[in-house]
């Protein structure tokens, strides 16, 4: 792909022929066209007047699909995991007592960012695939009196959706701030922040809002932003002090990092795309398109693996089959198809299959077309 | 812009109408068309066997701009500022001694971070623009005895171009590794990782390599490798954690984060157009470029900041002449013809100009062409 001529080529000719694929994963999920387009609009420097006008109606866009009107909702250069690391960072000091909700993978990975940056740290463990009652939730935040809790609204990992109302009224009892991640949730299910009262919240932008990765929304409660101010030390990281990044993108418009007004383009045409349709619509037509996967696949035979009521919309983990192995399945549907799903890992390796519904996809065509592949599939892999 | 609509909007209309500007300044620097037709090739996820086959050449590409065999060469998913963390956070653990030189804004931004992440921190320190003899260097380096030292090749801030070899041969002697910032030097002229000796670095995508910013090119030493693997504690950075993100894209490819295909699809692409053109053939024209840039720039009356030969040739400080306002010259070329250049900050705020000549850009007409506007608004803004 890559030549080694020492000649300019001026003939338009680019070295990237991507296959055209249908992402029905986990996410990255497909991308809405109009935010290639967005994509293709020239660069703009990271001070450029135009840059911090996009900056602005995209933390505007943030607040609407966060639920929240969080003066400090923006996005962190980096992608989710930096989000989470922004979180996580900005939150925890050595010594700050954290209560954890474990029961997936993406609990685990705040538990070892939060112990890289000094947390002590406490936990409620489940199985993977289980949520946490009010009442359990309730009395291990009494019982642990924390100063920082964290929870997984949507667990990638297991297709949990946490609620969250009574965590924070139980954290707000015992004035500990809650971090909640919502990186599957944002754009394709109500999130919540004001109406749950969740203080400090990170998402990203290739999921429930169908634009590249590259960016991690955040949003922090004034409650949130008071601790920030009553740290006894600077983060340990640079990169991710929000103190640093609110005052360049919303503040003074000191330079920090050289945010990418490309990125920047791609998350605003994804938040005019969420505008256009209506926030409200856009969550149930997810909602929808979940519940026509859910009674298809069922149709199909297989069960799902978290109780009804307790689903992500847009990140569906039926169980695989007795005798099916799911890595067949999928090296089935990419090659013959180029559809990306996902299999299970952790406890949950080559137990359940991780299929994502989302933006563009969300539709009747689009679960329709998905299961005739996927039955397809299954019996090819038998 | 962005519509409070409920309606989908179909047509194609994107919220995006980015100005056009003629990117003159330290970076971004001017995209190369074939980039925006790279970033519109369809996403695929980030575990998909051709993202990692893009990645691979990615990293063969970096190690081509970077001069270097290191099979650790890699983008990090963060702009230049989070490779910077990366390397710095990678290398130092708390009560590491970090020998610094210090002659402009991103050395101080290094110790900075290293600060964070627990160095001790021995500084030598010349006004910004000064650089520091092969002597100088040596001399500080034997008398300290770091376990790392890290200066700035291409000082962004100051327009200086730091030689690189007597600092990494005196590091050597002390069995110390060597971190260089070549964030404004890649893929316009020399970096030289390996005939100097660098055993550490990290830069961007923005400025000589022409691509928007989003992605943080790094390369490491087999020698600095050893360092990684003798470390007592993790890296307080669970994102920034080399040992993570070098099993996720050049070993097991198990999942780190989401790493974005649309920005791996733009570096792959500028260094195809690297590749295409020639380094060698790159990096002189960048020189041709700068030499007839200085030579017109003084023929206008204006002093380089910067003594000769230790100028950077993509990034041009001329001082600002007495009388001028240097704010107006940037606010009439940006109003009046869509130009970006930069003034300086910290001790040459308002003291010189920060010109970037650069992919694209770096042409006669393109020096030509920039010369006869800067004239035009400086004499407009006496």
Redesign the interface.
């Known amino acids: ?9 001026t003939e ?10 249908l ?1 029905y ?1 986990p ?2 999920s497909q ?1 809405h ?2 935010i ?13 007047p ?1 840059f911090f006008q ?1 900056s602005q ?1 995209v933390q ?2 943030l607040r609407s699909v966060f639920g929240t009107s969080n003066e400090l909702t923006l996005p962190i ?6 989000g ?2 922004t979180v996580v ?1 900005n939150f925890i000091e050595p010594g700050t007592k954290l209560a954890l909700f474990v029961s997936g993978f993406f609990a685990e ?1 705040i538990g ?2 939060a112990k ?2 000094g947390a002590e740290i406490v936990r409620l463990e489940k199985p993977w695939g289980e949520y946490f009652s009010d009442d359990e939730a309730a009395s291990f935040i009494r019982r642990e009196r924390p100063q920082v809790v964290a929870f997984v609204q949507a667990e990638t990992s297991t297709g949990v959706f946490q609620q969250s109302k009574a965590i924070c009224d139980a954290a707000h009892e015992v004035d500990a701030i809650v971090i909640a991640d919502c990186v599957t949730s944002l754009g394709a299910m109500p999130v919540g922040i004001d109406a749950n009262g969740i203080d400090a919240a990170y998402s ?1 932008t ?1 999921k429930g809002l169908s634009a ?3 960016l991690s929304p955040v949003t922090i409660s004034p409650r949130a932003q008071e601790r920030l101010k009553a740290r006894r030390l ?7 002090d929000l103190s640093l990044i609110s005052d360049y993108l919303t503040v003074s418009h000191r ?9 920047f ?1 791609a998350l ?2 994804a ?3 969420v ?4 926030l409200a ?1 856009r969550q149930q037509r997810h909602k929808k398109a979940h519940e026509r996967f859910v009674a298809g696949v069922e149709k199909l035979g297989l069960k799902m693996h978290v109780a009804e009521g307790h689903r992500i919309w847009n990140l569906n983990t039926p169980r695989v089959p007795e005798g099916i192995d799911d890595a067949k399945v999928r090296a089935y549907l990419l090659g013959k198809h180029g559809i ?1 799903i ?1 299999g299970g ?1 952790g406890p949950l390796a080559g137990k359940i299959f991780r299929i994502g519904i989302m933006g563009p996809l969300a539709t009747d065509e689009g679960v329709d077309s998905f299961l005739e592949k996927f039955d397809e599939a299954m019996k090819a892999s038998r």
């Open positions: 792909m890559m030549s080694s001529s020492t000649a300019v080529s338009g000719r680019i070295s990237i022929q991507a296959p055209k694929r992402l994963g996410g990255p991308v066209p109009r290639y387009q967005a994509m293709a609009q020239p660069l703009v420097g990271h001070l450029d135009y996009v109606e505007k866009g250069s980096a992608t989710g995991s930096g989470m690391e960072s990975r070892e960012m890289r940056h990203c290739q590249p990765p590259g600077p983060n340990r990281s640079w990169y991710f330079y920090h990092h050289t945010a990418s007004a490309t990125l383009y605003h045409e938040l005019a795309v505008a256009d349709e209506g619509q990306e996902a890992f």
